[in-house]
């Protein structure tokens, strides 16, 4: 098993585990649930990089909850609660930024806010995605997750290729290679030191899982549901 260096010269072995989340069919073939299909254009155009933190772990909160034509209304502190914030102060600053990097409008309608996605966080058929389950959301997952590590997954997820023959008859939903970590970094919007504990977090709460017996920047990425 290869160790892997984090910042500061101290070395932690990842786990490699065959628990994963349950929902996932095997040859990672996805269920036809509901899910938020986000797409690739986000990531390539460097618009998730730029968002903040906040920003980040809304957009798929809204995602999951929209409807085809990308309009969602959950209420704010259902919102709060599945992208993993208590003080409200980081949801509006999320949703301003959302708004101001061209992501989402929102309208008032009565007392309450109707949101709506805009092109870049909409999918269109023929474009590449990386599926975000609604009970990934529901379950919470998604909100206990660190802020680079929601940065991450997302890049991981949207870089790995489905189909890919060494995940054939596996419970993966995609498989990557990392070859150039300041990319990823930059596709991220986080730095060296949070990639390193983010990759390493994602492993071991099962969202990702390294090859074994190979370079550990060869990873698989599961899709919970």
């Not at 914030?85 to 992501?103: A, E, S, T, W």
């Not at 909409?122 to 206990?144: D, N, Q, V």
């Amino acid at each position: 098993m290869i160790a892997f260096s984090l910042a500061g010269g101290r070395k932690v072995r990842p786990l490699f585990r065959s628990n994963h989340w349950p929902g996932i069919r095997k040859g990672g073939m996805i269920n036809e649930k509901i899910h938020y299909r986000l797409p690739l254009k986000l990531i390539n155009s460097y618009t998730w990089a730029n968002l903040e933190p906040p920003a980040k772990a809304i957009l798929p909160v809204l995602g999951v909850f929209a409807n085809r034509e990308g309009k969602a209304w959950p209420g704010v502190r259902s919102i709060a609660n599945y992208a993993g914030y208590k003080d409200m102060r980081y949801i509006r600053l999320g949703m301003k930024n959302l708004i101001d990097n061209k992501v989402i409008t929102r309208k008032k309608q009565g007392r309450h806010y109707v949101y709506y996605l805009i092109d870049i966080a909409i999918w269109k058929r023929g474009r590449s995605y990386f599926p975000i389950y609604k009970s990934t959301i529901l379950k919470r997952i998604w909100a206990k997750l660190t802020a680079s590590e929601k940065s991450l997954y997302i890049v991981l997820g949207e870089k790995a290729k489905v189909n890919a023959p060494d995940i054939i008859d596996s419970d993966l939903h995609a498989s990557g290679h990392i070859n150039g970590i300041y990319k990823y970094c930059k596709f991220a919007g986080i730095s060296r030191w949070s990639f390193e504990r983010a990759y390493l977090g994602l492993n071991n709460c099962s969202l990702i899982n390294f090859w074994e017996d190979e370079d550990i920047y060869t990873y698989g990425v599961y899709a919970p549901q």
